[in-house]
């Protein structure tokens, strides 16, 4: 029970420190952006290279961002919310 309670307190804690700080400035963030952005809008998989047009983006994983973006495209939601 007590496991639980830090995690509880611990997850609290960091849905709070990302609702005051949800700006894509940082690390590995706009590159997740471009590709749950990039993969929303692919009709066909292996989605396209958000920066090199016209190739195939296929040396880098995305299964991550393609999940995220399935709940954008089931539930009508912008990109920007599905990612925070």
Same mark, same amino acid.
């Given at each position: 029970?007590f ?14 420190? $990302?609702? $005051? +700080?949800p700006?894509?400035? =940082?690390?590995?963030?706009? #590159? =997740?952006a471009?590709l749950l !952005?990039?993969t929303? $809008?692919?009709e066909?998989?292996p989605?396209? +290279?958000?920066?090199?047009s &016209?190739?195939l983006?296929?040396? %880098?994983y995305y299964? &991550?961002h393609? #999940? !995220?973006?399935m709940?954008?495209r089931?539930? !009508? !939601?912008?990109?920007w919310?599905? %990612?925070?």
């Amino acid at each position: 029970l007590f496991s639980d309670f830090i995690f509880a307190v611990a997850f609290v804690f960091f849905i709070w420190v $990302r609702m $005051r +700080h949800p700006e894509l400035n =940082d690390l590995e963030k706009p #590159m =997740d952006a471009a590709l749950l !952005g990039t993969t929303s $809008r692919a009709e066909f998989l292996p989605p396209p +290279h958000p920066w090199q047009s &016209g190739t195939l983006f296929t040396n %880098y994983y995305y299964f &991550g961002h393609f #999940m !995220g973006a399935m709940l954008a495209r089931i539930f !009508g !939601g912008p990109n920007w919310v599905v %990612y925070n």
